[in-house]
């Protein structure tokens, strides 16, 4: 049984709706209101053309202040800090010393030598901590900031009833602002893949953030949805899960430790150009051109039943990797995964044979990711 060590202010809110916390990350989490496939497909459906509205307090929101703040950051991540002028946010991932990939965050740059790091499960606040011995630098692990998360093409629009100037806040910038007449900072991002929104505020003013959200975008059709929905957004977005996409869950045949790199992971972008000096940089580059597997996408060549988690994939009868998660969307009218492939079959139009837990075969095909919002028009969406 997990020891949860964190409480999220919203707890009695998810309880009231038929939620049953469950840990993710240390905190109790309503991974379901009501765990069933009709809940799950409306909670994603709302998402996509409507607008959700999801408790991500789970997440770890650590602050990095001082004189040292930014040469802390820029060592311990993969991104060049100095290219994030205030009131910006950038995604960025941590490495181990071996150049593995060990957690990923957003980076906000709050003002001069204040910054915000939100990571999830991996060792993030570790690495951070690291970095910032003997160094002019404080790190704060912040429980008592809450985060939720408003996704969806009317999110923008909720908003803007209390925020008119939301609408030109750009993909991954961040404001400091007052909504319902509480303090929060709105941060134009999210885990689904849709124009949306991140909001946070203190812990005594969640509950009135969120009652008044729920209320106010009744209209536009607002729902609360339960946090495991986050699973089926980011699929066909391309957005990985540590540890659900990586080693950890499905180790290497061969019996090789845990560990992925980016270039594996599909995460490389996520370096500077030319960057050097982050923890793990000479591994990741010696890595380049090594990869053991590839994140790959994979889809149904016809049919809808969904491929299910450690289903094997199979290229002219030799088995070429693992369904990490899969969906069945009848919303975009396809079956779709995040999968494990061998590199020389992560060529988008292989021909594809899933085979189930339960022995069914499947006819797919190697797909490039993103499968939804191909070209980022949605989520980075103006006005």
């Given at each position: ?38 809940r799950a497909k409306a909670d994603y459906e ?135 007449g509480r303090d929060v900072m709105i941060s ?70 845990c560990g992925d790199t980016l270039w594996e ?119």
């Amino acid at each position: 049984m997990a020891i949860l060590w964190r409480t999220s202010a919203l707890a009695q809110r998810h309880a009231e709706i038929g939620g049953e916390l469950e840990d993710w990350n240390g905190m109790g989490t309503a991974w379901f209101y009501d765990d069933t496939p009709e809940r799950a497909k409306a909670d994603y459906e709302a998402i996509r053309t409507k607008a959700g509205l999801m408790d991500v307090s789970g997440l770890k929101k650590v602050h990095v202040v001082g004189p040292d703040a930014a040469y802390v950051i820029d060592r311990a991540t993969t991104r060049n800090v100095e290219k994030i002028a205030p009131g910006r946010s950038t995604y960025a991932c941590f490495l181990n010393d071996r150049g593995y990939f060990v957690d990923d965050c957003i980076i906000y740059h709050i003002a001069v030598n204040s910054w915000l790091v939100v990571h999830g499960t991996g060792t993030g606040m570790e690495q951070l901590a690291a970095a910032a011995a003997g160094k002019n630098c404080e790190i704060l692990f912040d429980d008592d900031l809450h985060d939720m998360s408003l996704q969806g093409p009317k999110a923008v629009d909720i908003l803007a009833k209390d925020i008119p100037s939301i609408r030109d806040l750009a993909y991954f910038g961040i404001i400091q602002t007052r909504l319902y007449g509480r303090d929060v900072m709105i941060s134009r991002t999210g885990y689904t893949g849709e124009r949306g929104y991140e909001i946070f505020c203190r812990a005594k003013d969640a509950v009135h953030i969120w009652d008044n959200i729920l209320e106010k975008g009744a209209a536009e059709g607002v729902r609360p949805t339960q946090f495991s929905t986050l699973d089926m957004l980011r699929i066909e977005s391309y957005l990985l899960f540590y540890p659900g996409d990586n080693s950890e869950t499905f180790p290497f045949e061969d019996g090789s430790p845990c560990g992925d790199t980016l270039w594996e992971l599909g995460l490389d972008f996520t370096v500077s150009p030319d960057k050097i000096g982050f923890v793990g940089s000479e591994n990741h580059y010696a890595m380049k051109g090594k990869e053991r597997f590839k994140i790959f996408g994979v889809q149904l060549s016809g049919g809808m039943e969904q491929m299910e988690m450690f289903a094997r994939v199979h290229h002219e009868g030799k088995d070429v990797g693992v369904i990490t998660y899969g969906l069945s969307s009848e919303l975009n009218g396809y079956s779709v995964a995040i999968a494990r492939l061998s590199p020389e079959v992560a060529v988008a139009g292989t021909k594809l044979t899933v085979v189930q837990p339960d022995g069914t075969e499947l006819a797919a095909t190697a797909e490039e990711m993103p499968f939804y919002d191909k070209d980022k028009s949605i989520r980075t969406a103006k006005g």
